[in-house]
């Protein structure tokens, strides 16, 4: 059973759009929702994070959204740059600083010039 | 530098060998954890441990082994390879009372 649904698998988007992400969780326990950002041949790379206590958290050009009612969440990357063109993970994680993350599948964007 | 750091970052072997792949970090971290990411990119959690103590051990074959001989430390030892465990191995960490992970480069095994 998933427990994180990521969607769409892929994004293109030309320069200077905005890019959406979106993910959808099940386990109401999760209390932390990061966003990993990977480049081919690296490891994941923390971009932003948000906790079920706010709604939105802003860092440059990368807003989290949340949704604790709907249990969802989304990345959105404004001003998308080719530099941006990666792959996107959402993920959750509850139990504190033990707590393992439990990750979506992935987006790979695609930034055109 | 100040990172996560494994060894090797490549490791091709054959069908019915053992191997080790390294982790390390020197950020201090109490908490470390081994990842696997298969071919289609999907992560998944395998093992973590809190200062030495094993913690989360998921539904790994029970040919997987970690080791973590210091909290700086954290190994994977592998037996009987198959073809299905061909993928990258990520070793993460993270600070007491923190949430935020932190990934090393990954390991790509290759078993022909």
């Known amino acids: 059973q998933q427990q994180v649904k990521q969607s769409p ?38 971009l932003i994070a948000i906790r079920p206590d706010v709604s939105e958290k802003k860092e440059g050009r990368f807003t989290i959204s949340f949704n604790k009612s709907a249990k969802q969440f989304s990345l ?8 941006d063109s990666a792959t996107y993970f959402c993920a959750a994680s509850s139990g504190g600083s033990q707590g393992n ?9 695609s930034v055109k010039p | ?18 191997k080790s792949i390294k982790c390390e970090q020197n ?3 109490d908490t470390m954890y081994w990842y696997k990411q ?13 200062n030495k103590e094993l913690i989360i ?10 080791k973590s ?18 993928a990258v191995y990520f070793c993460a960490s993270n600070p007491a009372g923190g949430r935020e992970q932190y990934f090393g480069p990954g390991t790509r095994l290759t078993v022909t």
């Open chain 1, 9 to 46: 698998q892929s994004l293109i988007v030309q320069k200077g759009g905005i890019s959406i992400i979106n993910c959808a969780y099940e386990n109401t326990a999760f209390d932390y929702f990061p966003w990993y950002q990977q480049f081919p041949g690296k490891g994941p790379a923390l």
């Open chain 1, 76 to 83: 959105h990357i404004m001003d998308s740059q080719p530099g």
């Open chain 1, 101 to 109: 993350l439990i990750f979506g599948k992935g987006t790979k964007l």
């Open chain 2, 1 to 18: 530098d100040t990172a996560v750091s494994q060894t090797p970052k490549y490791l091709v072997t054959q069908m019915g060998n053992d």
């Open chain 2, 27 to 29: 950020l201090g971290h």
């Open chain 2, 38 to 50: 298969d071919s289609k990119k999907f992560l998944k959690i395998m093992f973590s441990y809190n």
């Open chain 2, 57 to 66: 051990n998921e539904t790994v074959p029970n040919r997987f082994s970690p």
């Open chain 2, 69 to 86: 001989p210091d909290k700086a430390h954290l190994n994977l030892h592998i037996n009987s390879l198959e073809l299905g465990d061909s």
